[in-house]
C-alpha cells in the first residue's frame, strides 16, 4: 500500500496532469500571434517551448516559452514568458481567464506581487479558447504539494516560517486594497445573489453542483449525496449569517502556499486569480489555514510551520483590522471543502480511500467551526 507521502503527492499528480495533455499549442499559432503585439520588442526569430511536466496548476493550461527576438540594435534577446490557457471547464465551468487578465493588470500598480501580464488572446487564436501571456517570474516555481516538493521544502525550518508569515502578510495587504479605486467593477457581476457575500457563495454553490450533482456516483452515490449534503448545509448557514454590515474586499480566492513563488523568505508572486472575487479578507485567511491543514494531513511533521495563532497574529498586524472571524472561519473551510470534493471526485478507483479520507476530515472541521445555535 502506498505511504502517506505518496498518497498526498498522488493527488496532485492525478489533478494537475488533466491539465498538462489536453492541448497541444501550436509554435506556429503562438507565432503568429507574437508578430501581431507592437511591444514585442524586436522582430521574432524563433521559439522554445518547455514541455517539461509542471507541479502544479489544476484549472488552466500552463505553457513555458522562450522567443527570441532580434532588437533594433540588431542584439538577440529572450524573453521569457508564460502562456496560460482556458481548457474549457476542465475543473471550474465557470472559468473566466478573461477576468484573470483584467484583475492582474489592475494589481500591477499596488503592493500586491502579481505577474505582469503583457497580452490577452481573447478570441482564442492559439489554443482555441482564451489565452494570456505573462513576463515569467524570476523565482523557483511553487510545488503542487508545498509541503512535499518545492522551495518551502528546501528551506530551512526558520526560513520555511518566515516564507509563509510572509505570505499570509501579502494577503493581507491585497485586503487592505479598496476595489473602488480600481477597475474591477466586472467581479460584482460574478454570481447571483442581493449582495457581494451571497454572489461570492452562490458561484461555488454552482461549481459543487455541477461537479457532483444529484444522482452522481454511480454505485457510490450514497457516498456523494452525504458529501454535497453537507456543504449545502453550511452553505445555508452561511446564507442566513452574512455580515450585512460589511463593504466587498478584494479576495485571492485560492490563497494557497502552492500558488505563491518565493525569493528567499519574500514573496516574489502571488499567482492564479481564477478564484478572485469581491469577499472578505478574513475568509481568505481562514481558507489559506484550511489549506495548510489539508496538505498537511497525510504528511510527516515539520519544522518551522506556524501554528495557526501565529498565522492570525501576522496577518492582523499587517491588515490592522479583524472582524467576524467566526463567520469567516466557517465560509474560508466550506470552500475548500467545496473545491477538495471536487477535486477528489474526479480522481481513479484506487485512490477512494484517500478521498474519503480527506473527506473525512473536512466533515470534521466543518463540524468544529460551523457556530452552535443557541
Known amino acids: 500500500m502506498a505511504s502517506s507521502d505518496d498518497d498526498a503527492l498522488s493527488v496532485i499528480r492525478s489533478m494537475t496532469g488533466r491539465t498538462q495533455a489536453s492541448v497541444a499549442v501550436s509554435p506556429e499559432r503562438v507565432a503568429d500571434f507574437l508578430r501581431k503585439q507592437d511591444d514585442l520588442g524586436g522582430k521574432l526569430i524563433r521559439l522554445e517551448f518547455d514541455d517539461k511536466r509542471r507541479r502544479s496548476g489544476a484549472s488552466s493550461g500552463t505553457q513555458?516559452?522562450?522567443a527570441y527576438i532580434t532588437a533594433e540594435d540588431h542584439a538577440e534577446v529572450c524573453r521569457k514568458l508564460v502562456f496560460r490557457y482556458d481548457l474549457g471547464g476542465t475543473f471550474f465551468f465557470q472559468y473566466d481567464l478573461v477576468a484573470q487578465f483584467r484583475?492582474?493588470?489592475a494589481l500591477r500598480k499596488t503592493p500586491v506581487p502579481v505577474p505582469k501580464v503583457l497580452w490577452l488572446d481573447a478570441a482564442g487564436e492559439i489554443a482555441g479558447l482564451p489565452g494570456l501571456f505573462m513576463e515569467r517570474v524570476d523565482a523557483p516555481a511553487p510545488g503542487g504539494q508545498p509541503f512535499?516538493?518545492?522551495p518551502l521544502v528546501d528551506a530551512p525550518p526558520e526560513q520555511r516560517r518566515q516564507m509563509i508569515l510572509e505570505s499570509v502578510r501579502t494577503f493581507a495587504r491585497l485586503h487592505q486594497l479598496d476595489p473602488k479605486t480600481l477597475p474591477l467593477d466586472f467581479l460584482g457581476?460574478?454570481?447571483t445573489g442581493a449582495d457581494f457575500i451571497a454572489r461570492a457563495i452562490d458561484w461555488d454553490s454552482k461549481e459543487l453542483m455541477h461537479a457532483i450533482p444529484a444522482g452522481f456516483g454511480g454505485d457510490r452515490r450514497a457516498f456523494y449525496?452525504?458529501?454535497r449534503g453537507e456543504l449545502l448545509g453550511v452553505r445555508d448557514y452561511l446564507f442566513a449569517h452574512a455580515p450585512k454590515d460589511r463593504e466587498p474586499e478584494i479576495a485571492h480566492g485560492d490563497p494557497n502556499l502552492s500558488n505563491l513563488m518565493f525569493r528567499g523568505s519574500e514573496v516574489a508572486a502571488l499567482l492564479d486569480w481564477e478564484l478572485c472575487h469581491l469577499g472578505l479578507g478574513e475568509a481568505d485567511l481562514a481558507y489559506c489555514l484550511a489549506g495548510m491543514a489539508h496538505f498537511l494531513l497525510l504528511m510527516k511533521p515539520m519544522a518551522g510551520v506556524p501554528s495557526d495563532d501565529d498565522v492570525i497574529a501576522a496577518y492582523k498586524a499587517e491588515r490592522g483590522s479583524f472582524r467576524d472571524w467566526e463567520?469567516?472561519?466557517?465560509w474560508g473551510e466550506w470552500r475548500l471543502g467545496v473545491y477538495q470534493a471536487m477535486g477528489f471526485s474526479r480522481l481513479p478507483p484506487d485512490m477512494?480511500?484517500?478521498e474519503e479520507m480527506y473527506w473525512n476530515?473536512?466533515?470534521d472541521r466543518l463540524g468544529r467551526f460551523m457556530p452552535r445555535e443557541g
Open 225 to 227: 449525496d452525504g458529501v
Open 64 to 66: 513555458l516559452v522562450d
Open 327 to 330: 463567520f469567516c472561519r466557517l
Open 148 to 150: 512535499a516538493e518545492g
Open 361 to 363: 476530515n473536512t466533515k
Open 189 to 191: 457581476r460574478r454570481g
Open 352 to 354: 477512494q480511500h484517500v
Open 103 to 105: 484583475v492582474m493588470k
